[in-house]
């Protein structure tokens, strides 16, 4: 009976841990200009913290999720957070860039474990007919991460420095740690991933796409997310609370995008409710290229990306889940390192193009990306057969 108590909560406890997983990943792009003036580096290499924390992420997830498939879920889940929390007080208090990029990758190489994982355990708590609404809730977390856990970094590391602002996700990663220990079910385990699986994915012609669908929607994104604060302080002088205005609009809209993608996948479908909220994302991201400079029209445009930013991600998880239910274990934790992938890429060539000064040709390169990305969305819509198959 308290087993059964503790689960009715625990896709709560699995969506605060995505918080902070959130939190800790992003966190960089809310205080670049704080951490390149405390640490004596420039905006571009304190970029790098995200692209090289991205390049961990995304080589950790599938790696991990093989290794650890054998794992009772709530001990991997939560040592997950637990590392997560320890590694964002040690660097509260790292000396020097060298330090702090060191514990940030070895923060997320553990770290890269929990959000697909958390979207696998969410699919063992609910029935079948519930999944796709409940992954897509447990990834509101990321959302959150955006609409509240940036902002406030972004006015912590303002006023207090970047070391609060590590400290901030600390606690709030020790208090998610508890919750999901009280919360979460003993007893769950996923299916074994081995060899094998790997290869079954490999010649999914279906999986791959949407692997790639991942990818270039987050080269895109996060080619301009990524020097999101210094962009707008360059382009329109924007002060740092204007700019975590602008950081809470677009986490706000992805909240509110995710809302509406939980409550419509289920009668819409996980192909058309990502193919929705895909072109919101090109929309906001061409709003932005073409409004590069006005405040303003910066900020309706980001509110309008925002709203596809997480949802995109969720209806990828339902989709890949969708195609090939036995090998979800797999394909979830492929799809988060694809997504590290396409976050490595963005940040990678947002910062060149920053470095070199081409602030409005970062947006453009950014709509190419996700129009890619929208093209492969059509590809892999649902045959008519399939759609007309009787229920």
């Known amino acids: 009976m308290e087993n059964l108590r503790a689960g009715r909560f625990a ?10 997983t959130g939190s800790s990943v992003l966190a960089p792009a809310g205080m670049l200009p704080e951490l390149s ?19 961990t992420l995304c080589i950790g997830s599938p ?13 991997l889940l939560t040592t997950t957070l637990a ?22 990758l070895v923060m997320l190489a553990v770290g890269a474990l929990y959000t697909p994982q958390a979207a696998g355990t969410a699919a063992l708590l609910v029935p079948a007919e519930r999944r796709g609404s409940t992954i897509a809730y447990i990834f509101l977390g990321w959302s959150l991460a955006a609409a509240v856990g940036l902002p406030l970094i972004t006015f912590i590391a303002s006023r207090y420095g970047w070391r609060a602002a590590y400290g ?14 009280v919360r979460l079910p003993a007893g769950l385990k996923g299916t074994p991933v081995d060899l094998k699986t790997w290869r079954e994915v490999g010649r999914s012609r279906t999986i791959l796409l949407l692997l790639a669908i991942t990818m270039l929607q987050m080269s895109g994104q996060f080619a301009v997310f990524t020097f999101m604060g210094p962009l707008l ?3 329109t002088e924007a002060s740092p609370d204007a700019i975590g205005m602008v950081f809470a609009l677009y986490g706000v809209s992805g909240f509110l995008g995710v809302a509406i993608a939980t409550r419509i ?11 929705l909220f895909t072109c919101l994302v090109l929309v906001g991201i061409t709003g932005w290229a073409l409004s590069a400079g006005t405040i303003v029209w910066m900020a309706i445009a ?7 930013f997480a949802s995109t991600n969720s209806m990828q998880q339902v989709r890949l889940v969708a195609a090939a239910p036995p090998l979800a274990s797999a394909t979830v934790a492929l799809n988060t390192s694809v997504l590290y992938i396409g976050q490595a890429i963005g940040s990678a060539v947002g910062g060149m193009l920053f470095a070199g000064e081409l602030l409005h040709t970062i947006g453009f390169v950014a709509v190419g990306f996700v129009v890619l990305a929208l093209m492969l969305v059509v590809l892999t819509r649902p045959r008519p057969a399939a759609a007309a198959a009787p229920a």
């Open 83 to 104: 590392v997560l929390a320890a590694g964002n007080l040690a660097s509260a208090f790292a000396p020097d860039y060298t330090t702090l990029l060191v514990i940030r």
């Open 302 to 308: 980001v509110a309008i990306w925002g709203l596809g």
């Open 265 to 275: 996948v289920d009668t819409w479908g996980p192909y058309r409710t990502s193919l």
């Open 168 to 181: 901030g996700i600390g606690v709030l990663g020790c208090i998610s740690f508890l919750l999901l220990l």
């Open 63 to 75: 790696l991990t999720a093989w290794l650890t498939s054998r794992i009772e879920r709530r001990t």
């Open 11 to 20: 896709p709560t406890a699995l969506m605060l841990g995505n918080i902070v």
């Open 37 to 55: 003036a405390g640490l004596g580096i420039s905006i571009h290499a304190a970029g790098l913290l995200i692209t090289f924390g991205a390049i």
């Open 233 to 235: 302080k360059k382009l």
